[in-house]
């Protein structure tokens, strides 16, 4: 796709701020000790990129879906956990409240996740519902003004250093499945709430990830976000953005991986010349370019389509299946080339080897996807 003039001034402004802002010394820092880094969020605020497709009226900058995946793809490329730094409050944070909010709650709540002021993290998955989402079993029963909270959800990304979540729950347990769930905005300092140990993940360290406990949580009706017994799938149909989202970003690693196996092919000599003039490591760096290519094309279309109010409801599991899957198949390939070197976390491949593998997991699983695939083409 040709980007006009507009796209390739945001493409240029993410390039210069990873490749300046995310230093070797923080990307090594967030990977070893995994801890969130307040300074990095604070500067992106500053920024405005927690906003960038959040509206101007709600505290926003306004952008198009195709410059929040730039975005995405130019910081995942540098540095893939730095990406979901502003992806949440532009993606799965934001946009429930954005979708099925009210007028109220989206002037009360979106200001504060647009400037970064506050964190909003997402909370779906439980112990026992993950891609059978509907299966969750966290209860929110009515009392009075208030419904009152009980649960458990687990893998929630930021759970540990966010102040609200999005937090679905049963409220009519005698509908079945995605059925007689909704939707409530937590508060997190509430009395009932508490925290499971951040995980210890394979990858993307430097964005905790942990359980949250819901323990007679009381919240007021006034949180309740989108209808009763009808938020999961009111929610679903505007999730879409999270897997364009996640799209941009294996796109970035992988893109991030050819230019490092570029680098050390045309660097490395073995049998007296660089390894890019072995046929069988330039074929590689050929595949690799042509599939991050297609994955690049796909997905900018997608998000003008997106825009462009299209159903693009299939379109978008196709992105984040082919690219979430691509993206490791670049990594492995990238890793391959660098050979023993690629093994050894001096070499950013092994880093990004290893974040690219959530991207075929999270926001529904590469099965997921085609399952979601497979019914557009056979309803
Ligand atoms: C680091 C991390 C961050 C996360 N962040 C969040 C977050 O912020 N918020 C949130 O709500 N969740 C989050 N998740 C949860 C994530 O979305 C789930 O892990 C994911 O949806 C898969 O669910 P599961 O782990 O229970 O796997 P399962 O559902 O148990 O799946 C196991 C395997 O079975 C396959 N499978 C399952 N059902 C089918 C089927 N019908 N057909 C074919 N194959 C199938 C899956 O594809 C997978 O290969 C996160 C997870 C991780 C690891």
Not at 56 to 69: A, N, P, S
């Given at each position: 796709?040709?980007?006009?003039?507009?796209?390739?001034?945001?493409?240029?402004?993410?390039?210069?701020?990873?490749?300046?802002?995310?230093?070797?010394?923080?990307?090594?820092?967030?990977?070893?000790?995994?801890?969130?880094?307040?300074?990095?969020?604070?500067?992106?605020?500053?920024?405005?990129?927690?906003?960038?497709?959040?509206?101007?009226?709600?505290?926003?900058?306004?952008?198009?879906?195709?410059?929040?995946?730039?975005?995405?793809?130019?910081?995942?490329?540098v540095c893939p956990v730095l990406?979901?730094?502003?992806?949440?409050?532009?993606?799965?944070?934001?946009?429930?409240?954005?979708?099925?909010?009210?007028?109220?709650?989206?002037?009360?709540?979106i200001p504060l996740i647009a400037?970064?002021?506050?964190?909003?993290?997402?909370?779906?998955?439980?112990?026992?519902?993950?891609?059978?989402?509907?299966?969750?079993?966290?209860?929110?029963?009515?009392?009075?003004?208030?419904?009152?909270?009980?649960?458990?959800?687990?893998?929630?990304?930021?759970?540990?250093?966010?102040?609200?979540?999005?937090?679905?729950?049963?409220?009519?347990?005698?509908?079945?499945?995605?059925?007689?769930?909704?939707?409530?905005?937590?508060?997190?300092?509430?009395?009932?709430?508490?925290?499971?140990?951040?995980?210890?993940?394979?990858?993307?360290?430097?964005?905790?990830?942990?359980?949250?406990?819901?323990?007679?949580?009381?919240?007021?009706?006034?949180?309740?976000?989108?209808?009763?017994?009808?938020?999961?799938?009111?929610?679903?149909?505007?999730?879409?953005?999270?897997?364009?989202?996640?799209?941009?970003?294996?796109?970035?690693?992988?893109?991030?991986?050819?230019?490092?196996?570029?680098?050390?092919?045309?660097?490395?000599?073995?049998?007296?010349?660089?390894?890019?003039?072995?046929?069988?490591?330039?074929?590689?760096?050929?595949?690799?370019?042509?599939?991050?290519?297609?994955?690049?094309?796909?997905?900018?279309?997608?998000?003008?389509?997106?825009?462009?109010?299209?159903?693009?409801?299939?379109?978008?599991?196709?992105?984040?299946?082919?690219?979430?899957?691509?993206?490791?198949?670049?990594?492995?390939?990238?890793?391959?080339?660098?050979?023993?070197?690629?093994?050894?976390?001096?070499?950013?491949?092994?880093?990004?080897?290893?974040?690219?593998?959530?991207?075929?997991?999270?926001?529904?699983?590469?099965?997921?996807?085609?399952?979601?695939?497979?019914?557009?083409?056979?309803?």
């Open positions: 796709m040709i980007l006009d003039e507009e796209h390739v001034m945001m493409q240029k402004v993410f390039r210069d701020f990873a490749e300046s802002e995310f230093t070797p010394e923080l990307q090594e820092r967030l990977d070893t000790t995994g801890e969130f880094d307040w300074d990095m969020h604070k500067e992106m605020a500053k920024y405005g990129f927690m906003g960038a497709r959040i509206p101007e009226e709600y505290g926003g900058q306004g952008g198009d879906t195709l410059t929040y995946v730039l975005m995405m793809e130019e910081f995942a490329r990406a979901i730094y502003p992806n949440t409050p532009n993606s799965l944070g934001g946009g429930p409240i954005m979708a099925c909010g009210t007028e109220e709650q989206k002037k009360k709540y400037t970064g002021k506050k964190k909003l993290c997402f909370a779906l998955t439980e112990p026992g519902a993950g891609s059978d989402a509907g299966g969750t079993t966290t209860k929110a029963v009515a009392d009075g003004d208030d419904f009152i909270i009980n649960g458990r959800k687990t893998f929630i990304s930021g759970a540990p250093v966010s102040d609200y979540a999005v937090v679905y729950a049963k409220t009519d347990p005698t509908q079945k499945g995605s059925k007689g769930i909704s939707m409530f905005i937590v508060d997190l300092k509430l009395p009932g709430v508490s925290f499971g140990k951040p995980e210890k993940k394979m990858g993307i360290n430097g964005y905790p990830t942990s359980d949250i406990v819901f323990d007679d949580v009381r919240v007021s009706k006034n949180d309740l976000l989108g209808p009763l017994h009808n938020g999961f799938s009111t929610a679903m149909k505007t999730l879409g953005i999270g897997r364009l989202g996640v799209s941009a970003q294996a796109l970035g690693i992988a893109q991030g991986c050819l230019e490092a196996a570029v680098k050390h092919a045309k660097e490395r000599e073995q049998f007296g010349r660089p390894l890019a003039k072995f046929q069988a490591i330039s074929f590689m760096l050929a595949d690799m370019a042509t599939e991050i290519t297609l994955a690049r094309e796909l997905i900018y279309n997608t998000a003008v389509e997106f825009d462009a109010g299209k159903d693009v409801a299939a379109k978008l599991s196709m992105c984040k299946y082919f690219t979430t899957e691509m993206s490791n198949r670049v990594a492995y390939k990238a890793v391959q080339i660098h050979g023993g070197y690629g093994y050894i976390k001096d070499y950013p491949v092994e880093r990004m080897y290893r974040d690219a593998r959530i991207t075929t997991l999270y926001e529904g699983t590469s099965q997921i996807q085609q399952l979601v695939i497979a019914r557009s083409l056979l309803k």
